[in-house]
């Protein structure tokens, strides 16, 4: 890589990208596999928009970020920039 290349940050998208999966849907098997009862709040969570069913999800589970499904080509090619010298953002 170039040196010029070094100084753009690589910025990696989560859902879908470096997770298999989209993080939301995991939070909220987790949330109703913990707690059932939680499944009928989640239509009215959502009636309150998407941040605000993130939010109120977030408020009451949190994920073990070991069982989240990373992708494990990028992540070693993120392992490999960083090796390099190249900043890593999440997004």
């Keep these: 890589m ?10 990696v998208d989560l ?3 470096l997770v298999g999966t989209d993080l939301l849907i995991e939070s909220i098997v987790a949330l109703v596999k913990a707690r059932s009862r939680y499944a009928f709040a989640l239509p009215l969570w959502l009636l309150k928009g998407r941040v605000a069913l993130k939010q109120d999800i977030a408020r009451r ?10 992708r494990s080509e990028l992540v070693e090619y993120i392992e490999a920039q960083r090796s390099q010298g190249r900043t890593v953002q999440s997004h």
């Design 61 to 70: 589970i949190s994920l073990d970020a070991c069982l989240v499904p990373y």
């Design 2 to 11: 170039e040196p010029s290349q070094l100084t753009i940050p690589l910025v």
């Design 15 to 17: 859902d879908g990208n």
